[in-house]
């Protein structure tokens, strides 16, 4: 429920704490091929409030190829590549983003960088690299979408639509591998019960934030993911 109700109130982009937070509970391979479908379910209820009006298009018609191709480049390369290296690498830089917003001011316009197709195509992509080899997509599409300072609903609506893709596109990689899994289906069943709670208190949630509040606590969260990247990177 924590984790559909933060993704109904930041977008998709902050799914990547969903393995570490369901780790706690289950080892992480179950972890991911349990959120794996309930990623979609949580799009799926989602839906009804970051409809299309709230997506930029013009923001993912360069992020969407981008990801598709990250997302291939890291399926062609899972086995080669050193994860923790990644990790550390993806929270360095997320620190160092995040901590140069606080310092310029902590306002939305704080860091505000003008859109770039090369750039949309770079964030896109590695965000679709580092979602299928290390579950941490969220930074790098973070890096790009909040120095152009969308409202609130637009960033939330364009994150969630990005990851949704994402999510489509793993989701059946996720199930072959949580078909060797015992009693998972049942078990995706039983968590799928509080999904809708979860993304109806996280929309409420959004909708009472004032746009500065919510673009404070997603960078805040930002630090936080980094912290658990760094953390999982050098103790692996």
């Known amino acids: 429920m924590l984790i559909a109700l933060v993704r109904g109130a930041f977008g998709g ?11 706690l509970a ?13 990623f979609c379910l949580i799009d799926l209820c989602s839906l009804p409030h970051y409809r299309p009006a709230t997506w930029s298009k013009r923001d993912l018609a360069p992020l969407l190829p981008g990801l598709l191709g990250g997302m291939a480049l890291g399926f062609f390369t899972v086995t080669h590549v050193d994860v923790r290296a990644i990790m ?4 360095t830089v997320t620190l160092a983003f995040a901590v140069r917003w606080f310092l310029a001011g902590a306002t939305v316009d704080a860091a505000r960088q003008a859109r770039s197709t090369p750039r949309a195509v770079l964030f896109g992509g590695l965000s679709g690299f580092t979602s299928f080899v290390a579950h941490s997509g969220g930074p790098p599409l ?3 979408l909040l120095p152009l300072g969308l409202p609130k609903q637009v960033y939330a ?8 893709v994402g999510n489509l596109v793993k989701l059946t ?64």
């Open 13 to 23: 982009g902050f799914g990547v704490i969903g393995i570490p937070l369901l780790s």
């Open 26 to 38: 289950v080892d992480p391979v179950r972890a991911g091929a349990l959120l794996a479908p309930l």
């Open 88 to 91: 550390i690498l993806i929270g």
């Open 142 to 144: 973070a890096m790009y």
């Open 157 to 164: 609506g364009t994150s969630s639509a990005f990851f949704a």
């Open 173 to 236: 990689p996720w199930l072959v591998i949580g078909a060797s899994l015992p009693g998972l289906g049942k078990q995706t069943l039983e968590l799928a019960l509080f999904v809708p709670l979860g993304v109806w208190l996280g929309q409420r949630l959004h909708n009472r934030l004032p746009e500065r509040r919510l673009y404070q606590v997603c960078y805040a969260l930002l630090v936080v993911v980094a912290g658990k990247l760094l953390i999982d990177g050098v103790i692996g």
